[in-house]
């Protein structure tokens, strides 16, 4: 078990890691507020997949002889990232070409993604501990250029979100007085999605889809124990999320523990306390 | 009363995925009237509700409302999903979304709308409260508040005082004959009480997809005793 003090001073081993925790605690909180209302909870833990998919795909098609140069060219994260973005599209439009549930075409989308996962990545020639890392990330060590990108795609995310603040609750929470009212539905519910999609395909695959699944999840879930009042709902899921994200990497670090898997243990303990709290309230 | 109508059916058949139930719908709706719209659970009246609204797509015909028509529309309350923690006078400010677009914010003008609706109907005391936690008849002023919080043109009412008492439901209409008598607002609603649409329409809607039925016109004229009979039979 490490000292506080050794903590302290290994800064540099985890800085980097916990600057994009940090971030991706905050802004899946944020986002997770939205899959929480709208119940589509596994609408993540399908993007999650699909992020991964488009990972390993990408690794099966640079492995290609028949691919050459081109195959060089092929960059995972770019992958993974259109696949995520048009799997989110796909679940914004599906309602009007499909006459399947929401639930059905999300629980097909997660199946075939983790099934195709297990399957190409079989066949991909990198070792296995690597193809580990790199679908489903490792959150102890981040690729140098995560710290720029996913705190960018987060502000970018959040400025859409800032703007379009009032129009993605309203079209949650009312779809058909908004659709009176002539806003447009469609357009706003796929920049919500995908805006969730990119999130989440970033965030994968630097912290991992568990402790991704678990920020997008928990934190809302907490917040709504804790508050009666929409804003302050989000503002309390983004501080969960981050202090998951932060406490997580600091446990992991002084006890020695995975630190996706105990970053989203402190998400649920916080989810845990957010009962608690709620529990005591209706006895008082 | 208005001479020239702001809502029009011709021919218009109402249905789903294509498929007409109820044809031959012809219907004119002028300025300042009240139109009560009755049948049984199930008979049409939601859906030919919607797609006068637009939200439903007419199976075939033709429908047309003057230019820049602005409706205020209170649903049904169980549309709602409690999950939401929607305070009242955020529920409100919905309504006047009709005249902010999308990217922009309310303005302080806005909220002072808000403010003088919440008193207007009597619900300034709830104005923090979540929608969730409101009682039956709290939620109908509260959706009916924000209707009108847009100033419509015409007010669209599915169900009013369904799942509220009697002197909550009467509370309810009476508020809506204050509205459209005070602020001149054409009124369609949706009910399954003959009793209130027959104290406070004007013209009627009757109608019945499983039977074919769909007649409409002056209170008197439709709310009669065969037609009745007809149809909640």
């Not at chain 1, 997949?49 to 691919?67: D, N």
């Not at chain 1, 969960?240 to 523990?257: E, K, N, P, T």
């Not at chain 2, 709602?80 to 529920?91: A, C, K, N, Q, T």
Request: aromatic share 10%; proline share 4%.
């Amino acid at each position: 078990m490490a000292s506080i003090s050794e903590f302290f001073t290994s800064y540099f081993l985890w800085r980097d890691p916990m600057i994009v925790g940090a971030v991706s605690g905050a802004i899946c909180g944020f986002l997770g507020v939205y899959v929480v209302l709208r119940r589509i909870i596994f609408v993540s833990a399908a993007l999650t997949q699909i992020s991964s998919l488009g990972v390993a795909l990408a690794f099966y098609l640079q492995g290609l002889a028949i691919m050459g140069l081109i195959g060089a060219l092929i960059d995972p994260f770019s992958i993974s990232l259109i696949l995520t973005s048009l799997a989110a599209l796909f679940f914004a439009l599906n309602r009007d070409f499909f006459p399947i549930s929401q639930e059905g075409v999300i629980g097909f989308a997660f199946i075939i993604a983790s099934g195709a996962v297990v399957i190409i990545g079989d066949r991909i020639t990198k070792g296995a501990h690597d193809i580990a890392d790199i679908l489903f990330g490792s959150a102890v060590v981040v690729d140098p250029k995560d710290v720029y990108i996913v705190p960018l795609i987060a502000l970018i995310v959040f400025i859409i979100h800032l703007v379009f603040f009032k129009d993605f609750i309203f079209i949650s929470f009312d779809p058909e007085t908004a659709s009176l009212f002539k806003y447009p539905l469609r357009i706003l519910n796929t920049i919500l999605l995908i805006s969730i999609g990119i999130v989440v395909s970033v965030t994968t695959r630097a912290l991992g889809a568990l402790p991704v699944f678990g920020l997008i999840a928990l934190p809302p879930l907490t917040a709504l124990f804790f508050t009666e009042n929409l804003k302050l709902v989000f503002i309390l899921s983004v501080v969960f999320g981050v202090l998951s994200a932060v406490l997580g990497y600091f446990f992991s670090f002084i006890i020695s523990l995975p630190t996706g898997a105990t970053i989203a243990t402190l998400a649920t303990l916080f989810f845990l306390l957010g009962l608690c709290w709620r529990g005591v309230k209706s006895i008082v | 009363m208005g001479s020239e109508p702001i809502i029009v059916l011709e021919d218009v058949s109402i249905g789903y995925n294509h498929t007409g139930f109820l044809e031959s719908i012809n219907l004119r709706i002028k300025r300042d009237e009240f139109w009560g719209i009755l049948g049984p659970n199930g008979g049409g009246k939601t859906t030919l509700l919607k797609t006068i609204l637009g939200l439903i797509p007419k199976v075939s015909g033709s429908l047309s409302h003057t230019d820049n028509l602005v409706f205020g529309y209170v649903p049904q309350r169980e549309n709602f999903d409690r999950i939401y923690p929607i305070s009242v006078s955020e529920l409100m400010m919905m309504g006047r979304y009709s005249r902010i677009k999308v990217g922009r914010n309310p303005k302080k003008e806005d909220r002072e709308f808000i403010g003088y609706f919440l008193e207007k109907l009597g619900i300034s005391h709830l104005e923090k409260q979540t929608f969730r936690s409101l009682s039956g008849g709290e939620k109908q002023r509260a959706l009916i508040a924000r209707a009108i919080a847009g100033k419509p043109d015409i007010l669209v009412l599915d169900e009013p005082t369904a799942s509220v008492d009697l002197k909550g439901g009467t509370g309810v209409m009476e508020l809506i004959e204050n509205i459209r008598t005070e602020d001149k607002i054409t009124v369609l609603m949706v009910s399954h009480f003959i009793n209130t649409v027959s104290r406070f329409s004007d013209h009627v809607i009757a109608v019945d997809k499983d039977k074919g039925i769909f007649r409409s016109g002056l209170k008197e004229e439709v709310l009669r005793r065969e037609i009745i009979d007809e149809i909640f039979d």
